[in-house]
């Protein structure tokens, strides 16, 4: 017999263990350039919240909650890393999937 498996995020078992006592930080970043991550691309979620007072900056995401979401679904997602194959771009799914958005200018 076949086993089911599916992707359970972390932050989905913390939701059933703890509630509403925990919360998830998704981390981002403009360049990093040790781990093959160049400047975001134009209209990129990442090119748009780069650009406010930095070098690092906390966003709540309200678990999505009132954000436009047409306009989130159509932005489009940035370049991977050319050194880093666990390095994952901000999507869409960011403001469902974490609480809180930690994003740095750059890891130099």
Known sequence: MDDLYSWWPAGSHLHELLGPGYAVIGTAVGISESNGISRPESSTLEAC???SPGPA???PSGKG?????KEIVSLPRRSGST????YFPLGPESFTDFDWLAILDSTA
């Open 49 to 51: 919240l780069t650009p």
């Open 57 to 59: 900056r906390l966003i």
């Open 65 to 69: 909650q009132g954000l436009p979401a």
């Open 83 to 86: 050194k880093n194959p666990t």
